[in-house]
């Protein structure tokens, strides 16, 4: 698509949303819902994305567009699909699914894995069950409703980068410490990586699968950004 504006602007609504303007023209999001943000923070990074374009428009470069049409397209109209897909990572977290060897293997994972287990739960007031290998375990009513309700918590804002950060790691609990500001981007995305990291040591790097490896931590990355601005914080 080539570019079919000249300026870029924010301003603010009436009603203390903020509006991302193309040539005084309300930016939409792709299913042409109008695009009311929460922050200035957020709105200024899109206008930022929306003014950085050539001629050419590319959506891949627009990192926190993409964040906020998720929210307005997807999240906030089937807020409990979403909720449910994020929610039910907690029936089969990674954290919960121990290696069945090397021994080296299995202590990393017990060692970097357990305070985050155990962590959550702490805040959620819950047990959970922890298996080695691909043995299939079931969390107990209780855990999944905790799960759940954690989630259920979240803004809609907010739900956007816990979904990507929860599908990246493969973990609710490292997403929610993620959330909470416990854990950047970085170490998220480490923690998760640790059976990987271990192959890489063993056997060598592949290029394949490190270029997919920075590829999710960029995504990781562009949800830690997102997460802050539209908190408030920058």
Known sequence: MKRFYKTVAVSEADDGAFLVTLDDRNLSSPAKRPLRLPTRGVAEAIAEE???????????SMAMMSFA??????????????????????????????A???????????TQWTPWRERAEKRLAMRLVVTSGVMPVRQ???ALAAFRASVEAVDDWSL????????ITGSLILALAFLDGD????????????????QVEKWGQDREAELR??????????????????????
Do not use: N, Y
């Not at 929306?50 to 891949?60: H, L, N, R, V």
């Not at 956007?160 to 599908?167: E, F, G, V």
């Not at 854990?183 to 271990?198: K, P, T, Y």
């Open 50 to 60: 929306w003014d950085a374009q050539g001629e050419k428009i590319d959506p891949s």
């Open 69 to 98: 049409a998720t929210v307005t397209d997807r999240v906030t109209p089937q807020r409990d699909h979403v909720v449910g897909e994020i929610a039910g990572f907690g029936g089969s977290d990674l954290l919960c699914f121990l």
């Open 100 to 110: 069945d060897g090397p021994d080296e293997l299995v202590g990393r994972q017990v």
């Open 140 to 142: 107990s009513e209780e």
């Open 160 to 167: 956007a980068p816990l979904h990507t950060a929860t599908s």
């Open 183 to 198: 854990l950047g981007a970085a170490e998220a995305f480490g923690l998760s990586q640790v059976d990987e990291a271990f």
């Open 213 to 234: 490896r920075r590829g999710l931590l960029a995504e990781m990355k562009a949800a830690e950004r997102f997460k802050t601005l539209v908190s408030g914080e920058r």
